[in-house]
């Protein structure tokens, strides 16, 4: 790490590469060789690394930007126009998930901009491996072109040094919710300073009960894998975790539905050994004061167990208690899967599905996005990141469209 | 309410160490039944948490079927069965500055069945007439009664059981070496009671002599300690490394433990010379899986419920630690007492909470 840098008396460490060099650089097109072979180069550091092997959320983010991903991601895009990079991008990756400053990171270098990422602290095992990981691919000659677009500075709740990047910014992607967003659109920046803001969402996941009463013992074993993935990691706290889990089927098909599926999630859940005391505590602690605060609840199941279900007087109330985590789920019920409407609002960011057919699922997929959500993603792929991300589609956002005249 | 007070006062008459744990069920449980009941009906907060969690609570055939509330609740919300203007004593746990503290609600009925519980179980374990007493800890904790802590509760609750009290620290908890062995000369060879924190004792006491280069020697000495290992396992001294310490530094041969937590003050549990805890008539723990709240067999690792008959004013009579621990038998420890014997062995380990949100806040 360099040491503390003073630029117009402002106080901040650079911690990898310079902000000089990233201001001085100049845009690429989207998906540009330099910024593919540079990620390339950084799938395989990580993939190959000994540590990183011994943290799963890293090597998510290794196997993601894979050559193979990066081209099947930049195939969805066909640009008629030229389009470049906004130009720089500053960066505000929430804390409390370690690794999506690197996901940030990848969508400014796709989208062909130069970088400079705020960290408030790099003490995650996860990140300073990461950026070590980064630094290392980075100092490859090679990587030159791509070493001038990366700068990431590490600096406290300090709004000079926030205001003075958003006012150089030509596009800020802000991350950690409402307080963070708001806060950070106080702050001055360029006229034409865009701006991505992620702000508080939720998230549910919709189950076709005969799906799972009709499944076999393996399956019905893979499906509750699935939902553990989306319902668990990071301890249910992400935006895309399913707090709402809305049974599609008739009264009696889906009391059979979540007497079969509700103990192979606990099954899965305690195998995987991962959800320590103190998720538990939480659970039962965060539990226990809502059940204070609002008279919304009415039934809890399963406190004995690794997962709590919630049954609420009025499920059109669920986002009301969907602050609950640690493995605690609204259940609902609806007869007709398009029902899910009155559930959601543009508060909601993913719709997780389970047991659909691909006509049905055209049809929910068409009603929820009416009804506002961003992301209609089969349960155990709700935390996936993906290019669209929350309504936004992040090339596009990043990049700058330059219309060329014929002249005719 | 009165007759639940008169009947948990006739219960304290029994015998502390009397029952077999089978037996203590068979006693106990109504008692706890009816103090569930009691919360339900003059505690909102406590009504709205176990009637959706525990439908069947109010009248749970076993003591493990009765409802249990997380200890850190009385920490984040106030917590009672009376009017809180009507608390004739408000007792908050001891946290460091910054730190939020529990707050538990007494009235006279619940404060005197404390002073009576503790009475019972202390004079099992000391006999029935008083020692001179060596507080180790300072007076300064004692005299500053705006802040009713648990560590000056804890004091005041034992001096009960000594007479002549001296001190061991000034108000700087620096050792105070001559009051101390006037004390001892005076009380020369006569049984003496000491009575500190498990922290206190190990920092400001035995490595205090260390550093020095001193001994002291009270042989005839009983140290009773408690309020917790969480410091000195952070250091990662077990029991008999203290044990040792005491006796190398004091020459007290009979060290004494006891488990004890503000939210259940009085029926607290006491270290036997097995090394092992005990319940008491007036209480009992039971160990759960951590993860899943089922019950685990003795022998297996769990979270630590405490289960009293003392709390009426507020709903403190079963309560989920966050405490680990193990029950070691029923009935069989070799030292004789029936019912249940048991060990901990930690605190669960607190963890970094990840999400999407409070960017700012971290």
């Known amino acids: 790490m360099t040491p503390s840098r003073h630029e117009n008396e402002l106080e901040f460490d650079e911690v990898s590469g310079s902000v000089t060099a990233v201001l001085e650089s100049a845009p690429l097109r989207p998906f540009a060789e330099p910024v593919m072979s540079f990620l390339t180069a950084l799938s395989t550091t990580i993939m190959k690394d000994r540590d990183s092997r011994r943290m799963p959320d890293l090597v998510s983010f290794g196997y993601w930007c894979r050559r193979a991903n990066l081209e099947r991601m930049a195939g969805r895009y066909v640009f008629d126009a030229p389009v470049v990079g906004r130009g720089l991008a500053f960066h505000i990756p929430p804390t409390n998930v370690p690794l999506n400053f690197a996901y940030s990171l990848v969508c400014g270098l796709l989208s062909g901009n130069g970088n400079i990422l705020r960290m408030s602290s790099v003490d995650a095992i996860e990140v300073s491996k990461a950026i070590a990981l980064i630094d290392s691919v980075l100092a490859q000659k090679e990587h030159k072109t791509v070493r001038d677009m990366v700068c990431i500075v590490k600096y406290g709740h300090d709004d000079e040094v926030s205001s003075y990047y958003s006012r150089l910014a030509n596009v800020r992607i802000i991350w950690g919710g409402d307080a963070t967003v708001l806060h950070m659109r106080s702050l001055p920046t360029g006229p034409r300073t865009v701006d991505v803001a992620f702000a508080d969402r939720t998230s549910l996941a919709l189950i076709n009960a005969a799906h799972v009463n009709q499944s076999a013992e393996d399956e019905l074993r893979t499906d509750a894998e699935r939902f553990y993935v989306d319902g668990y990691t990071f301890s249910q706290n992400a935006c895309s975790s399913p707090r709402l889990v809305v049974w599609s089927g008739d009264e009696t098909s889906v009391a059979d539905a979540k007497a079969r599926f509700w103990p192979a999630v606990n099954a899965v859940a305690l195998k995987r050994g991962e959800i320590e005391p103190i998720h538990s505590m939480n659970r039962l602690v965060e539990l226990c004061q809502t059940l204070v605060a609002t008279n919304a609840i009415t039934d809890v199941h399963g406190i004995q167990s690794a997962s709590a279900r919630v049954s609420i007087s009025d499920v059109t109330r669920w986002q009301e208690i969907a602050s609950l985590r640690f493995g605690t789920f609204t259940e609902a019920t609806v007869r007709d899967p398009k029902e899910i409407d009155r559930l959601l609002d543009n508060k909601v960011q993913t719709l997780g599905v389970m047991g659909f057919g691909s006509d049905e699922l055209s049809r929910i997929a068409e009603s929820a996005a009416r009804g506002g959500v961003d992301r209609v993603v089969p349960v155990g792929t709700a935390l996936n990141f993906d290019l669209v991300w929350d309504g936004y589609d992040l090339i596009r956002t990043l990049t700058r469209a330059v219309s060329v005249g014929t002249g005719g | ?362």
Not at chain 2, 75 to 80: C, R, S, Y
Not at chain 2, 214 to 230: E, M, N, R
Not at chain 2, 242 to 249: E, G, K, L, M
């Open chain 2, 1 to 362: 309410m009165e007759q639940l007070g008169t009947s948990v006062t006739e219960y304290l008459r029994t015998d502390p160490f009397g029952f077999t744990t089978a037996q203590k069920e068979d006693q106990f449980l109504g008692l706890i039944n009816r103090l569930t009941t009691h919360h339900a009906e003059l505690c909102t907060d406590y009504s709205r948490i176990i009637g959706p969690l525990f439908p069947a609570g109010m009248e749970a055939k076993s003591l493990s079927e009765v409802p249990f509330i997380p200890v850190r609740l009385f920490k984040l919300l106030d917590l009672a069965s009376i009017p809180v203007a009507d608390a004739v004593r408000t007792m908050t746990s001891s946290g460091t500055t910054g730190q939020q503290v529990s707050r538990i609600y007494l009235d006279k009925e619940t404060s005197t069945a404390q002073t009576r519980a503790l009475t019972q179980i202390m004079g099992s374990v000391l006999g029935k007439s008083r020692m001179p007493m060596l507080v180790v800890d300072s007076s300064a904790v004692i005299k500053d009664r705006a802040m009713f802590s648990a560590r000056g509760a804890g004091i005041r609750g034992f001096s009960m059981f000594g007479k002549d009290i001296e001190y061991a620290f000034d108000e700087n908890m620096n050792l105070r070496t001559e009051e101390i062995n006037r004390f001892l000369e005076k009380h020369d060879g006569s049984p003496v009671l000491l009575f500190g924190f498990t922290f206190m004792v190990w920092e400001h006491l035995c490595e205090e002599l260390r550093r020095r280069g001193q001994a002291i020697s009270i042989p005839s000495g009983i140290l009773l300690h408690g309020g917790g290992w969480k410091r000195l396992a952070s250091l990662n001294i077990s029991n008999d490394e203290f044990r040792s310490a005491v006796r190398d530094t004091t020459g007290v041969q009979k060290v004494v433990n006891y488990y004890g937590m503000v939210e259940q003050t009085g029926s607290i549990f006491v270290e036997c010379d097995e090394g092992y805890l005990h319940s008491s008539s007036y209480s009992e723990v039971i160990v759960r899986d951590p993860v899943t709240y089922k019950l685990v067999a003795n022998g297996s690792e769990g979270v630590i419920q405490v289960v009293s008959v003392l709390p009426m004013s507020y709903p403190g009579h079963s309560i989920l630690t966050e405490d680990m621990g193990i029950v070691a038998g029923d009935d069989d420890c070799r030292c004789g007492r029936p019912g249940r014997y048991f060990m901990i062995s930690g605190r669960i380990k607190d963890a970094e909470v990840r999400g999407c949100s409070d960017t700012f806040a971290a």
